[in-house]
């Protein structure tokens, strides 16, 4: 039996006054409008700059952005295209499918295969699905049917060396949802916005105080469940994605003692043991930062320091465990300017 202890990996806090109801409306006295509300099994939140919007027509545009990229990606529903596509059911794919997997593919190579979206046979083997699963599941079995190299898309068809081969999105799909709706809000004329949904954020322009938007990130340590109660850092963010994995709220623990996480290197099948505790990154988009997130968690503190120090557009704040347990951090010199000061008490 399996005792769960499952917590969610990514989260962000937005420093603002967010109502958690569904609702769009303005605040005057604060020149911003807040529309909130539920999507993908979480919870999203967009601020606009300004006031005087159509907050009802905005919030119902929004929400519908929400359910088209849920019926593509999510795995949570079983009759999204990609829930479809796991059990063979069609091999046609939409845009946004194509997009993710075209960016994972090169992730996939940048990184040797640590990081994979093909391997939803483990992530479900290893209970972190609706799956069944199993606390010793057949690891060499279940290697034969991951490989990014193994699938590929041709004139909007998605094709598969083996049949049982499922993909797992998740690892990025948030992140381009942001996108997706961040882009529909450029079209709007909106210059002035964050959106955050499930930790993963995108923002433009300046906030309420013509200042970059200040997001808070959490302090990586277990029994810290509430968001924002424990704040490890606020940094300033314009024109760029950011979002922030980690391994402290999402494991389980076998009858054995064995302590389960959720992140799993695609190369070797096993669930990844390492003193990074969370990475939070900063690229230009936040299916980038949702997917370098994912992959510096496989790769560990050390090769993450090594990967980032040869990518300059991509920003990091990496916080890890010492031999003594004590939290510490790495940060890439281009995240250390980002940092805003807070008050000594």
């Known amino acids: 039996m399996l005792h769960h202890c499952i917590r969610q990996s990514i989260w962000l806090i937005v420093i603002a006054t967010f109502s958690y109801c569904c609702s769009g409306r303005p605040d005057p006295k604060e020149n911003r409008t807040v529309i909130d509300g539920f999507a993908q099994g979480g919870t999203y939140h967009i601020v606009l700059k300004g006031t005087g919007y159509d907050n009802e027509s905005l919030k ?5 952005l929400f359910l088209v990229v849920d019926n593509s990606m999510s795995l949570y529903n079983p009759e999204s295209l990609l829930s479809r596509l796991n059990r063979n059911e069609t091999d046609s794919v939409d845009s946004f499918i194509t997009r993710c997997i ?23 083997a290893y209970g972190f699905a609706e799956d069944s699963t199993s606390e ?11 490989g990014y ?33 961040a882009s529909w809000l450029d079209t709007k004329g909106f210059e002035n916005y964050i959106i955050e949904m499930g930790g993963e954020i995108f923002c433009r322009g300046t906030n309420a105080n013509d200042k970059a938007w200040q997001v808070g990130i959490d302090r990586p340590i277990e029994g810290n469940l509430t968001p924002g109660a424990d704040l490890q850092v606020i940094i300033g963010i314009s024109g760029q994605g950011l979002a922030t994995s980690g391994n402290y709220r999402k494991y389980y623990t076998t009858d054995d003692g064995r302590k389960i996480v959720h992140t799993i290197d695609a190369r070797t099948g096993e669930p990844v043991i390492s003193n990074l505790l969370s990475a939070t990154v900063v690229a ?18 050390d090769r993450s320091k090594e990967f980032l120090s040869t990518r300059p557009d991509l920003q ?7 031999d003594a347990g004590k939290l510490k951090t790495y940060v890439t010199p281009g995240l250390a300017s980002m940092i805003v000061p807070q008050p000594k008490h």
Request: net charge negative; proline share 2%; glycine share 6%.
């Open 102 to 124: 075209e960016q994972a593919e090169k992730i996939s190579r940048e990184s040797d295969g640590a990081y994979d979206v093909t391997i939803k046979p483990l992530t479900a």
């Open 284 to 301: 230009s988009t936040a299916t980038l930062a949702d997917a370098y997130g994912t992959l510096f968690m496989i790769l560990g503190l």
């Open 149 to 181: 190299e193994k699938i590929s898309i041709r004139d909007g068809r998605l094709t598969k060396q083996n049949s049982n081969m499922q993909i797992d999105l998740n690892s990025l799909a948030q992140g381009a949802t942001v996108d997706f709706v």
């Open 316 to 322: 990091a704040y990496l916080i890890y465990s010492d």
């Open 60 to 64: 119902y545009e929004i929400d519908s």
């Open 136 to 146: 010793a599941p057949n690891v060499d079995s279940l290697l034969q049917l991951v």
